[in-house]
Nanobody, 124 residues
Framework: VQLQASGGGLVQAGGSLRLSCIPS????????VGWFRQAPGKEREFVVN????????TYKDSLKDRFTISRDIAKNTVYLQMNSLRPEDTGIYYC??????????????????WGRGTQVTVSS
């Protein structure tokens, strides 16, 4: 399974972006999904993950008021809506999928599949 993340770009602070993640080779059905990000010079960090069955989500606390994960089953796509973007949101955003899931905001979720990432740059 290959994951393709898209939708990144350059946006001014306060703006919004919606990232998309699409798998090739199969559908998301049955897989839990997550978004992570990595800022320049920093370690990759957890953003959100969602259980496919039931749609239960876990967010990084500091992001849950501005970021929203969602899915379109018919389109086999997972989204990350990002609002009120800040310069510190700049980084590469990765989607991931697999059988793992976490009820806590941790980087250490053993997802089976990872996308290459999409660059998000927020200017001040």
């Amino acid at each position: 399974v290959q994951l393709q993340a898209s939708g990144g770009g350059l946006v001014q602070a306060g703006g919004s972006l919606r990232l998309s993640c699409i798998p090739s080779g199969r559908t998301f059905r049955g897989y839990n999904v997550g978004w992570f990000r990595q800022a320049p010079g920093k370690e990759r960090e957890f953003v959100v993950n969602m259980r496919w069955n039931g749609g239960i989500t876990t967010y990084k606390d500091s992001l849950k008021d501005r970021f929203t994960i969602s899915r379109d089953i018919a389109k086999n796509t997972v989204y990350l809506q990002m609002n009120s973007l800040r310069p510190e949101d700049t980084g590469i955003y990765y989607c991931a999928a697999g059988n793992a899931w976490s009820s806590t905001a941790t980087m250490h979720i053993p997802f089976d599949y990872w996308g290459r990432g999409t660059q998000v740059t927020v200017s001040s």
